[in-house]
T-cell receptor, first 110, second 115 residues
Framework: RKEVEQDPGPFNVPEGATVAFNCTYS??????FFWYRQDCRKEPKLLMS???SGNEDGRFTAQLNRASQYISLLIRDSKLSDSATYLC???????????FGAGTRLFVKA | DTEVTQTPKHLVMGMTNKKSLKCEQH?????MYWYKQKAKKPPELMFV???????INESVPSRFSPECPNSSLLNLHLHALQPEDSALYLC??????????????FGEGSRLTVL
């Protein structure tokens, strides 16, 4: 079983749609969780950290379920500029090791 | 604009060459990382430095040699590489565990081609 697993994608959605990505992690001791966005041939950029109580940043909402070891990202009112690969990232407790999921590709079409 | 700067942006080298990738950050972070990313794959951790000391080496071949001269600089020395080492090499920095959630901040990467 992979340490961090994501929906395979790609997701093809029209502008204005709501899309949700899911991610599961295998290490129950993991403490820090993030969503990164990566555009083609660019570096990953932090989209948002994921907190136990869930958190929202504009059109983006992240949720964490520790019992199920599950993380989600919801994008509302999708824009063309949201087209990218979304990486689920998990950091082990107290350490430096950061595990990346394989990423989910999103295409938003006009 | 990224606060982690990597040079060169592109590098082409032969299998007998010796070259270096450089990374600089001015965020006061004491942890610095090298990642390797192949096309359509996620970044893979290579090395981690904490307080300028090597903390993690993910069983990387010795043809890759990291160096951390000071808290702001991280180098990756390359020697006798193979064509399969062609990839995007990403440098990242973060605060230390316990100081924050540990978000990684990436440079734009150095795209390496080995002929």
């Amino acid at each position: 079983r992979k340490e961090v697993e994501q929906d395979p994608g790609p997701f093809n959605v029209p502008e204005g749609a709501t899309v949700a990505f899911n991610c599961t992690y295998s290490n129950s001791a993991s403490q820090s969780f993030f969503w990164y966005r990566q555009d083609c041939r660019k570096e990953p950029k932090l989209l948002m950290s994921v907190y136990s109580s869930g958190n929202e940043d504009g059109r983006f909402t992240a949720q964490l379920n520790r019992a199920s070891q599950y993380i989600s990202l919801l994008i509302r009112d999708s824009k063309l500029s949201d087209s990218a690969t979304y990486l689920c990232v998990v950091k082990e407790d107290g350490g430096f090791k950061t595990i990346f999921g394989a990423g989910t590709r999103l295409f938003v079409k006009a | 604009d990224t606060e982690v700067t990597q040079t060169p942006k592109h590098l082409v080298m032969g299998m007998t060459n010796k070259k270096s990738l450089k990374c600089e950050q001015h965020m006061g972070h004491r942890a610095m990382y090298w990642y390797k990313q192949k096309a359509k794959k996620p970044p893979e951790l290579m090395f981690v430095y904490s307080y300028e000391k090597l903390s993690i080496n993910e069983s990387v071949p010795s043809r890759f040699s990291p160096e951390c001269p000071n808290s702001s600089l991280l180098n990756l020395h390359l020697h006798a590489l193979q064509p399969e080492d062609s990839a995007l090499y990403l440098c990242a920095s973060s605060q230390l565990p316990g100081q924050s959630a540990g978000e990684l901040f990436f440079g734009e990467g150095s795209r390496l081609t080995v002929l």
